[in-house]
């Protein structure tokens, strides 16, 4: 069956560290993947998606960047943190070639800058 | 952007009344779908419903969706106390954009015993 990792689940880092958000989908092959950012009682806001390994669209942010070294394999960065970046981070993943749409969630990382 | 918007923010009803929440999108579809997100977790599908299609249902849920107006509606038939929720609306970007799927703004329900 197919399963989405997604880790930390809590995180607090200064303002100025860098950032590493990993995550990771098993039993599938080829599929899309999703960054979204969630401020507290908001909706999702589309930060990066991905149909292929090194294949990267962004949305919105200037503080941080995405990558797809593998293909089963999307990770989040940012070089210096800013105090806006605090949120809930959520990876997401559709399977291609099944003739489905659905996403299926990671369970999230709490990122709170200070 | 976001695509998507909700209609309530939030609404609260007693158990075993009806919840319907409305979305407004902006850009030609394939498909709209729509999502359950209890608090401080991740998302979970409910249903899809297809650009062709006008009306869908599953269980205690029935969608719309009207093209011309770029509207869809979730109604949560009998409603539980375990209903209590957000949900979110979802679109993709039509034939240009296939790929990207833009999330609205949610509605956060709070289903009184």
């Known amino acids: 069956s197919q399963t989405i990792h997604q880790w930390p689940a809590t995180l607090v880092q200064p303002v100025g560290s860098p950032l590493s958000l990993e995550c990771t989908v098993e039993?599938?092959?080829?599929?899309?993947l999703y960054w979204y950012r969630q401020a507290a009682g908001r909706g999702l806001q589309l930060l990066f998606y991905?149909?292929?390994?090194?294949?990267i669209s962004s949305e919105v942010p200037q503080n941080l960047s995405a990558s797809r070294p593998q293909d089963r394999q999307f990770i989040l960065s940012s070089k210096k943190l800013l105090l806006s970046d605090s949120g809930f981070y959520l990876c997401?993943?559709?399977?291609?070639?099944?003739?489905?749409?659905?996403?299926?969630f990671g369970q999230g990382t709490r990122l709170t800058v200070v | 952007s976001q695509q998507g918007e909700e209609d309530p923010q939030a609404l609260s009803i007693q158990e075993g009344e009806n919840a319907t929440m409305n979305c407004s999108y902006k850009?030609?579809?394939?498909?709209l779908q729509w999502y359950r997100q209890n608090s401080g977790r991740g998302l979970v599908h409910l249903i899809l419903?297809?650009?062709?299609?006008r009306e869908k249902h599953s269980g205690r849920l029935r969608v719309t969706l009207d093209t011309s107006k770029k509207s869809s509606s979730l109604l949560i038939t009998a409603s539980r106390a375990a209903d209590t929720a957000s949900y979110f609306c979802?679109?993709?970007?039509?034939?240009?954009?296939?790929?990207?799927?833009?999330f609205g703004s949610g509605t956060r329900l709070s289903i009184r015993p």
């Open positions: 850009t030609s579809i394939n498909n």
């Open positions: 997401a993943w559709i399977p291609l070639g099944q003739g489905r749409s659905e996403a299926f």
């Open positions: 039993g599938t092959s080829n599929p899309n």
């Open positions: 991905s149909v292929g390994i090194g294949q």
């Open positions: 979802a679109t993709d970007g039509g034939y240009s954009s296939a790929s990207k799927i833009i």
């Open positions: 419903i297809r650009s062709n299609e």
